[in-house]
């Protein structure tokens, strides 16, 4: 599809007009809240009924339907039916909470253009793009095709209608007959030509080829040229060179050889060929460019797919590094995130042959003009562009920053680079286009929305597993994996140790400084224990100002050695509120192990709490072993205990 003709029908700045099919106004409003945040200057206009429908259709012209698929009297398909009636040809984009796959795939046949889940919005700006270029293609081809049949209609009126010139020569090429076609053709008199020489209507650089190829056809019967049709130039008496289409035959009159062409002047023809030839060169130019958007538009949506799939950045990073190779395979980039300070961006996916620098830049946000100017920025001279600080040297050819933007932040740039053509340095491939220009807008809309809302679910993880005031995993998360980690150990026939500690005496600490200095050494103690856990451990806050730790794969020896030296490194704790360090803190501990004090979560908590309770009950400061508790749950499958020699669980 020609560049200009879809910046021309997606123009952003122009005003968009939509009539939405809808019953419900909020989902109306959310539906016009998402193009504006795409940037469309939207006008539109809300019906609910098929009556309102057509006079809307009437009295107003429209870029776009966006309709709801289920309506209270009537539904999406209805009105699309409605609008092929009354013979209106606007892009139809359904937009519906819910559409089973056989649904949508029937929708589409009927003619609908793309279709939209109300839970997934943001999809809604690149389907209407989508939409509308396409809408732009077909006419851009419609006027193509009638372009074609009107080139083909002046053909056939010039074949039907065009007299042909008759002109007869002996084997001396000398005219002995012509007729009054071949006056108007060439623009001599019938008088003027009879007695010549043939080459009189010739170009002076056929002339010799003709006498030539005469002589020789006479002594061998050898053709120069193909007599049943044949393309050569004329001369006019003018002066002037015309294309000819000559058929000859050749008659024996009186026993003399002659020879008869029946000629036409086909200079008319020659250049509708070649404005129809033109035609069609364009036409697959862009039937090409709709072949190529139209798989670039479904990479896009693969991609975008499988990010809102991914469970964590790196997994995101290598779809997109996966998705920019296809995407963009001649074009080598680097995604660029800010970091969580956001005073620096940092490379985090590279693709293509991009030098070996690329992914150790670090450069200030202030170093890229794209961010800067909240925009894209293209330089398609190297030589003469204002080029961006943070490229690690002068590019050899043009290149592309695209920033990324999502709710309202900056989150990082899209850098593209076009090589050179070989043995042609000035020229750049690829981003010279504005289709290419386009794509890596859409690319960078998809990832930075991607990520974000990646990043969003992260936080939104980490709250609810995590403690917000010592750091530490909490007591539904500590649950959880016990329970996870007694059945995966269990499988694998490995032991496993839990801690249970109290801070000593911190009800009247919090009594005497306050619950701002209890709430600092309780922050302390859990970066404490986080310090002194391997990556396996899972460190937890059971609650208040006890906290829980799970050893996978340790036994009880190793258990116990291991709350010791909690118990000991803790009075080296340092713990400073107001400028003034606090006093030290202790620690009782509950020690237990899977399987000797039970096997189930339940179970090995309450053994644990009761070792808890009785090193308070001793003095504080110290560590007891729990003793097994009666399990609330039938006992276990044998192989359980068996795979544990007595008292030496690993």
Same mark, same amino acid.
């Given at each position: 599809?020609?560049?200009?003709?879809?910046?021309?029908?997606?123009?952003?700045?122009?005003?968009?007009?939509?009539?939405?099919?809808?019953?419900?106004?909020?989902?109306?409003?959310?539906?016009?809240?998402?193009?504006?945040?795409?940037?469309?200057?939207?006008?539109?206009?809300?019906?609910?009924?098929?009556?309102?429908?057509?006079?809307?259709?009437?009295?107003?012209?429209?870029?776009?339907?966006?309709?709801? =698929?289920?309506?209270?009297?009537?539904?999406?398909?209805?009105?699309?039916?409605?609008?092929?009636?009354?013979?209106?040809?606007?892009?139809?984009?359904?937009?519906? /909470?819910?559409? /089973?796959?056989?649904?949508?795939? #029937?929708?589409?046949?009927?003619?609908?253009?793309? =279709?939209?889940?109300?839970?997934?919005?943001?999809?809604?700006?690149?389907?209407?793009?989508?939409?509308?270029? #396409?809408?732009?293609?077909?006419?851009?081809?419609?006027?193509?095709?009638?372009?074609?049949?009107?080139?083909?209609?002046?053909?056939?009126?010039?074949?039907?209608?065009?007299?042909?010139?008759?002109?007869?020569?002996?084997?001396?090429?000398?005219?002995?007959?012509?007729?009054?076609?071949?006056?108007?053709?060439?623009? =001599?008199?019938?008088?003027?030509?009879?007695?010549?020489?043939?080459?009189?209507?010739?170009?002076?650089?056929?002339?010799?080829?003709?006498?030539?190829?005469?002589?020789?056809?006479?002594?061998?019967?050898?053709?120069?040229?193909?007599?049943?049709?044949?393309?050569?130039?004329?001369?006019?008496?003018?002066?002037?060179?015309?294309?000819?289409?000559?058929?000859?035959?050749?008659?024996?009159?009186?026993?003399?050889?002659?020879?008869?062409?029946?000629?036409?002047?086909?200079?008319?023809?020659?250049?509708?060929?070649?404005?129809?030839?033109?035609?069609?060169?364009?036409?697959?130019?862009?039937?090409?460019?709709?072949?190529?958007?139209?798989?670039?538009?479904?990479?896009?949506?693969?991609?975008?797919?499988?990010?809102?799939?991914?469970?964590?950045?790196?997994?995101?990073?290598?779809?997109?590094?996966?998705?920019?190779?296809?995407?963009?395979?001649?074009?080598?980039?680097?995604?660029?995130?800010?970091?969580?300070?956001?005073?620096? &961006?940092?490379?985090?996916?590279?693709?293509?042959?991009?030098?070996?620098?690329?992914?150790?830049?670090?450069?200030?946000?202030?170093?890229?003009?794209?961010?800067?100017?909240?925009?894209?920025?293209?330089?398609?001279?190297?030589?003469? /562009?204002?080029?961006?600080?943070? &490229?690690?040297?002068?590019?050899?050819?043009?290149?592309?920053?695209?920033?990324?933007?999502?709710?309202?932040?900056?989150?990082?740039?899209?850098?593209?680079?076009?090589?050179?053509?070989?043995?042609?340095?000035?020229?750049?491939?690829?981003?010279?286009? #504005?289709?290419?220009?386009?794509?890596?807008?859409?690319?960078?809309?998809?990832?930075?929305?991607?990520?974000?809302?990646?990043?969003?679910?992260?936080?939104?993880?980490?709250?609810?597993?995590?403690?917000?005031?010592?750091?530490?995993?909490?007591?539904?998360?500590?649950?959880?994996?016990?329970?996870?980690?007694?059945?995966?150990?269990?499988?694998?026939?490995?032991?496993?140790?839990?801690?249970?500690?109290?801070?000593?005496?911190?009800?009247?600490?919090?009594?005497?400084?306050?619950?701002?200095?209890?709430?600092?050494?309780?922050?302390?103690?859990?970066?404490?224990?986080?310090?002194?856990?391997?990556?396996?451990?899972?460190?937890?806050? =059971?609650?208040?100002?006890?906290?829980?730790?799970?050893?996978?794969?340790?036994?009880?020896?190793?258990?116990?050695?291991?709350?010791?030296? &909690?118990?000991?490194?803790?009075?080296?704790?340092?713990?400073?509120?107001?400028?003034?360090?606090?006093?030290?803190?202790?620690?009782?501990?509950?020690?237990?192990?899977?399987?000797?004090?039970?096997?189930?979560?339940?179970?090995?908590?309450?053994?644990?709490?009761?070792?808890?309770?009785?090193?308070?009950?001793?003095?504080?400061?110290?560590?007891?072993?729990?003793?097994?508790?009666?399990?609330?749950?039938?006992?276990?499958?044998?192989?359980?205990?068996?795979?544990?020699?007595?008292?030496?669980?690993?």
């Amino acid at each position: 599809m020609d560049p200009a003709v879809a910046e021309r029908n997606v123009n952003v700045q122009q005003p968009l007009r939509v009539l939405i099919v809808e019953n419900s106004r909020p989902d109306a409003d959310l539906i016009l809240n998402q193009l504006e945040k795409a940037g469309f200057k939207v006008s539109a206009d809300l019906v609910e009924t098929a009556e309102e429908f057509s006079l809307r259709l009437g009295a107003n012209t429209y870029d776009i339907i966006l309709a709801d =698929y289920r309506l209270p009297n009537w539904t999406g398909m209805d009105a699309l039916k409605l609008l092929r009636h009354l013979g209106q040809d606007i892009p139809f984009v359904l937009v519906t /909470g819910t559409l /089973g796959e056989e649904a949508a795939v #029937e929708c589409i046949k009927e003619g609908v253009s793309d =279709y939209v889940l109300k839970e997934r919005l943001a999809r809604l700006p690149v389907a209407v793009r989508r939409a509308l270029e #396409e809408k732009a293609l077909r006419e851009d081809r419609a006027r193509a095709a009638q372009a074609l049949r009107e080139s083909e209609a002046r053909y056939r009126i010039l074949a039907e209608t065009a007299n042909d010139a008759f002109i007869t020569i002996n084997s001396e090429s000398r005219i002995l007959f012509v007729n009054a076609a071949a006056e108007r053709i060439f623009g =001599y008199t019938r008088a003027e030509m009879l007695g010549q020489s043939l080459t009189l209507l010739m170009p002076e650089n056929l002339r010799e080829v003709h006498r030539a190829g005469l002589k020789r056809y006479l002594e061998t019967g050898r053709r120069h040229i193909d007599w049943e049709s044949a393309e050569l130039t004329g001369l006019h008496k003018s002066g002037t060179e015309i294309t000819l289409g000559i058929s000859f035959a050749e008659f024996v009159i009186h026993g003399e050889r002659t020879f008869t062409g029946i000629i036409r002047d086909i200079t008319e023809r020659k250049r509708a060929r070649e404005k129809l030839q033109q035609a069609n060169e364009e036409l697959m130019v862009r039937v090409s460019e709709l072949q190529q958007r139209t798989r670039e538009t479904t990479l896009v949506n693969e991609m975008g797919e499988l990010l809102q799939t991914c469970l964590n950045p790196d997994e995101a990073y290598a779809v997109i590094g996966k998705s920019a190779e296809k995407l963009f395979p001649t074009e080598p980039g680097t995604l660029y995130l800010l970091n969580a300070s956001r005073n620096l &961006l940092e490379p985090a996916v590279v693709w293509g042959d991009s030098p070996p620098e690329a992914e150790a830049v670090v450069f200030a946000p202030e170093d890229c003009w794209a961010l800067r100017r909240g925009r894209m920025h293209w330089v398609e001279d190297s030589q003469s /562009g204002l080029l961006c600080q943070h &490229l690690s040297r002068s590019p050899s050819a043009s290149y592309l920053c695209v920033p990324m933007m999502a709710l309202g932040q900056a989150l990082g740039v899209l850098f593209l680079q076009s090589p050179p053509k070989p043995n042609q340095p000035e020229r750049p491939l690829g981003l010279v286009q #504005e289709s290419k220009q386009r794509l890596a807008l859409t690319v960078a809309e998809h990832t930075a929305l991607a990520l974000a809302n990646l990043k969003l679910r992260e936080n939104l993880r980490t709250q609810s597993i995590r403690d917000p005031l010592t750091g530490l995993f909490n007591r539904r998360y500590m649950e959880e994996s016990l329970e996870r980690e007694l059945h995966r150990l269990a499988r694998r026939r490995r032991g496993l140790g839990l801690i249970m500690l109290d801070l000593d005496h911190f009800k009247s600490f919090n009594d005497s400084l306050g619950h701002e200095a209890g709430d600092t050494v309780l922050r302390e103690l859990g970066h404490f224990v986080q310090s002194r856990t391997r990556q396996e451990d899972i460190a937890c806050r =059971y609650g208040g100002e006890e906290f829980t730790l799970i050893l996978p794969e340790a036994s009880l020896e190793v258990t116990r050695q291991r709350a010791e030296r &909690l118990r000991e490194d803790v009075k080296q704790l340092n713990v400073q509120y107001l400028g003034q360090i606090l006093p030290p803190v202790t620690l009782s501990q509950g020690v237990v192990a899977f399987p000797e004090h039970g096997w189930t979560a339940t179970t090995l908590l309450r053994a644990a709490d009761a070792a808890l309770y009785l090193a308070k009950g001793e003095g504080r400061d110290r560590v007891v072993v729990g003793q097994a508790v009666e399990e609330e749950a039938p006992a276990p499958p044998p192989h359980v205990f068996a795979a544990f020699p007595p008292g030496q669980p690993k």
